[in-house]
């Protein structure tokens, strides 16, 4: 088959087209022909040689596909061959197969294309573990998402408003606000010319956010805290400033505060199994309606790997990268 090798620690242009031989499967695993995989920063980590994958993982990048299942291990009961699958794994999606665990798998949406089937695993596995189950979002709380036009971004953006919240964002545009106020967010906040703290305050008249999901850390972390309202949670998913802050934890006891965070990719197939379960249950019926959808900014063929992590470094996309294989 042919995949996307990383040859060394680097930037993009370690990423090469290569041959090997498919994947083989365990008893609990199918393969899948692949038609699509989305990129995600995780990937961009693991290039650059910041984020190995964890044991008995591919090396080969790629943490969510679609596509076909040609092959179930013995004990499969679903998907069955022919199946049109999404799937969440822990390494080897840009290649044209992929094993992946079974109860990782998620039917493709009735009325979505593979392509957009392929945007959907990573994102809404990470949205829905911290936002409401690490994050225990509610109805009618307030939400704020630092990097609101990425892929996880666009995600939470929609399920937020779906289960009935308000959503504030930040993002490094007025282009980019745009776009997260089409998609529903009730504010969207430029970084680069507001003060995300000052402006979450003014339209909460001071009260503040219930629920803050972070990527950023660094410099946010004391701005988070002094943001969160009275029993507010903090969810920390990535660290694109670093993970080390000199935290003031005076308004953390004050306001009885919960710091929290989590990695999905090396957590156990029980965990993401749940997942899986959740989304299937109360996401998959608003994909089905059009209630929500995988917001998608770019394709690129499987060999333009490169190309596609140079656009996602840029960080001037919205919405998700995908390789159509």
């Known amino acids: 088959m042919k995949y ?7 930037g993009p242009e370690v990423l090469v087209p290569d041959e090997g031989e498919l994947p083989s499967i365990n008893a609990t695993q199918v393969l899948i022909k692949v038609a699509a995989a989305g990129i995600n920063r995780p990937d961009v980590f693991q290039r650059a040689g910041f984020y190995p994958p964890p044991p ?17 291990g013995e004990y499969v009961d679903w998907p ?5 699958v999404c799937a969440l794994v822990s390494g080897g999606g840009y290649a044209e197969y992929c094993a992946a665990d079974a109860d990782l798998c998620l039917p493709v949406p009735d009325g979505l294309n593979f392509v957009e089937a392929a945007a959907i695993p990573e994102t809404f596995f990470t949205v829905w573990s911290n ?5 225990g979002l509610q109805a009618e709380e307030t939400l704020l998402v630092h990097g609101g036009s990425s892929g996880i971004g666009t995600t939470a953006i929609q399920f ?9 964002v930040t993002a490094g ?19 680069r010319e507001q003060d995300f703290v000052e402006q979450c305050n003014k339209v909460t008249d001071g009260r503040g956010v219930d629920v803050i999901l972070d990527m950023v850390v660094g410099s946010y972390m004391n701005k988070n805290i002094g943001l969160a309202a009275a029993d507010g949670r903090i969810v920390i998913i990535a660290g694109l400033q670093g993970f080390r802050a000199e935290v003031d934890f005076k308004p953390v006891m004050r306001n009885r505060l919960t710091i929290t965070g989590s990695t999905l990719r090396a957590r156990s197939v029980e965990f993401k199994a749940e997942i899986a379960r ?5 996401i998959w019926p608003w994909l089905e309606s059009g209630k929500i959808k ?18 996602m470094e840029s960080n001037t996309h919205t919405g998700k990268i995908i390789l159509s294989v």
Not at 160 to 168: Q, S
Not at 173 to 191: F, Q, T
Not at 296 to 309: G, K, Q, S, T, Y
């Open 4 to 10: 996307i090798n990383i040859t060394r620690a680097g």
């Open 56 to 72: 008995g993982a591919s090396d080969i990048p790629g943490l969510e596909i679609a596509g076909e299942v040609i092959e179930t």
């Open 80 to 84: 069955p061959k022919g199946a049109r």
């Open 131 to 135: 936002v409401f189950d690490r994050g």
């Open 160 to 168: 937020g408003k779906a289960m009935g919240a308000i959503v504030f």
């Open 173 to 191: 545009s007025k282009e980019k606000c745009r776009s997260c106020i089409e998609l529903g967010a009730d504010l969207a906040i430029n970084y």
């Open 278 to 282: 959740k989304l299937k249950q109360q």
């Open 294 to 311: 995988p917001v998608i900014h770019a394709v690129f063929p499987l060999a333009d790997a490169a190309e596609a992590h140079r656009l």
